[in-house]
Structure formats: C-alpha cells, structure tokens
C-alpha cells in the first residue's frame, strides 16, 4: 500500500469537509449532502481499484493465472 493512497484519502476528505461546511453555511444542505455523497464515492473508487490490485498481486504470486 501506498502512502500516496493515504494522501489522496485525506485531502479528498478535507476538501469535502470544507465544502460542506461552506454549503451548510449558505443554506445549501441539499448540495452540501450531495458533496458529501460524492466524496465518498471517489474514495470508495480509490480503494476499489487498490483490492482489484491487490488481487492480481495474489493471483500472479500463487500463480493462479
């Protein structure tokens, strides 16, 4: 794993965060939810794509292809 995943995972979350509170702030729950709901989305397709990796690692090293 790398750190770099970590990295991204946290800024994603800080740049959500903010922009939520901003939206909440302007009266926008509606799009403040939606924002939030998007970030965990782009995130849950970071770590998606790390087990897809993670399995062809396993594959390749048990040789089951």
Do not use: H, N, P
């Amino acid at each position: 794993m790398d750190i770099d995943l970590i990295f991204k995972i946290a800024g994603v979350g800080i740049i959500v965060s903010v922009l939520s509170l901003v939206l909440k702030r302007a009266e926008r729950e509606e799009q403040a939810m939606m924002t939030t709901l998007a970030g965990l989305i782009v995130v849950l397709v970071l770590i998606v794509q790390e087990i897809g990796d993670l399995f062809e690692q396993v594959k390749t090293v048990f040789g089951l292809w």
